[in-house]
């Protein structure tokens, strides 16, 4: 699983709008001839599970550094 979820992180990277496409579920030919062309390491009848689950991690650490931002924010200027 790190092989493939490393992968896909790769690949998402590279190609962010192909990615977004084939994780909204759109099956057109030239997101997924773009993915496979570009990473050929990645299986794409999978790579929606594995965008999708990269996605939750980077949605999770993002609100962890926004609850920490504000808590700081909260100690330096406690307010009224």
Same mark, same amino acid.
């Given at each position: 699983?790190? +092989?493939?979820? #490393? $992968?896909?992180?790769?690949? =998402?990277?590279?190609?962010?709008?192909? +990615?977004?496409?084939?994780?909204?579920?759109?099956? *057109? $030919?030239?997101?997924? *001839?773009?993915?496979?062309?570009?990473? $050929? *390491?990645?299986?794409? *009848? $999978?790579?929606? =599970?594995?965008?999708?689950?990269?996605?939750?991690?980077? =949605?999770?650490?993002?609100?962890?550094?926004?609850?920490? =931002?504000?808590?700081? #924010?909260?100690?330096?200027?406690?307010?009224?």
């Amino acid at each position: 699983m790190g +092989s493939k979820f #490393i $992968s896909v992180v790769k690949c =998402f990277i590279k190609r962010p709008v192909d +990615s977004v496409r084939l994780m909204l579920g759109s099956y *057109e $030919s030239r997101p997924m *001839e773009s993915i496979k062309v570009h990473c $050929s *390491e990645v299986e794409v *009848e $999978s790579y929606g =599970f594995y965008a999708g689950l990269f996605m939750a991690i980077l =949605f999770v650490v993002l609100c962890a550094i926004m609850y920490l =931002f504000f808590y700081a #924010i909260k100690i330096v200027y406690p307010g009224p």
